[in-house]
């Protein structure tokens, strides 16, 4: 049920209240029966307000009159409340993403690391007489879906555990200078891509899974593109050993022991290093991006809440700007947000994730109460609302918002609060 009806059917159950209990003071006889409806009434009222309270499916755009309750409602446009927007990068760690991403794409550039599980130490001594690299297109491109992709694949001179690391733990000095393959492609489904591979490096971790004080260490292999990338495209990683096997990179070895040939298969567990070198905001506009990530905070200005007053609702609403998004089939507009903490080291409430509500397929909505709460009775420092999407680790999907200072006031973010001023 609509708050609006709801909120009809409870004024009308008001006056019936009122009328009822004056006809009860002007001396009108009320026989059992009608105490019955008259308690039934007050019940069901109750319940439905209670209803109106905990589930509000209208997320409070007109809330109660203002004249009932003692209740007022601040509307950030109606009432001129300041909003601004600032807009951050913090690189987030995409080991448990199903996909590794290679590519440049107009100013964003993927690089992945990958690193062998579980060699055996069997095959020291072994003579090897091929090796490749095999992986697959995952049917995910950042943004040119027919563009090419083109990498080499040079040595990691550094030991990495990928499930800590992000863009900024790796330099330049990390990755060695040996060229141990090449590839360059437009892949457009999902067949597996095989590449050849060093039969020297190949040798040499066999030997180092036999002895790992061997000289040549296995550290990994960096994709890393180069300038003939016109797009960045996602191919299937370590992760996808819970949904589909066959999709996780392999190096396939082909060694000769003892007048014996056996064909070796190893499993590359595997991590994406994303970046973007320029500016890619968008006047009025906020970005919420994921992969590299770029997150959004929203600061309030609360001079004209009235201090200790008591927050009984508030909502934000944000409008994405679809044309200029990417948002490929089955992407998730679930927002994660939290109360920042600090605005230096970019910080926020530790507490449990919100996740936002989804309206539309352009409208999402927030329910700010307790951090509005919390500022408004000087529990905590007004630093604002960080965003970012559920998704984050997972692909490159790019959420632009309409900001504070767009044109139309319909598209800009909306703030609305619902309180009772205390005294």
Partial sequence: MALQSLYKFNIDYIIFIVCYTKQVNLGIKI?????????FVVVFG?????ACENNPSDL???FILSDTLNTKVLDSNKDSILITSNNFKKYVNTYTSNYFFIGKY?????KALLKTIGVSGSYAGATVLSASLKFNYSKYAYQDTTGSVSFNVYPLNKSFDFSNITFDSVNSGNIGSNQLSTYSGSPSDTNAINISFSTAVAKDWLEYAADTSYASKNYGIAFIPNSSSSTIKGFGGHSQSSSNANLIPKVVIIANKNNKTDTLVYDLETISLNNVTSSTYIQDRFTVQNGISIYNILNFDLSKLPRNSIINEAYLRLKLDKPVSYLPSGSSMEMY??????????TFDGGTSLISLIEDSVTVSVRLTKYFQKWNYGLAANYGVMFKNR???LNLDRFVFYGPGVQDTSKRPKLLIRYTPRG
């Fill in 31 to 39: 026989n059992k029966y009608h105490r019955l409806i008259a308690l």
């Fill in 46 to 50: 109750i319940s439905v307000f209670q």
């Fill in 60 to 62: 409070g755009l007109e």
């Fill in 337 to 346: 947000y939290f109360m920042m903490t600090d605005t230096v080291t970019k």
């Fill in 106 to 110: 107009q100013g964003y550039e993927s």
């Fill in 391 to 393: 998704n984050d680790f």
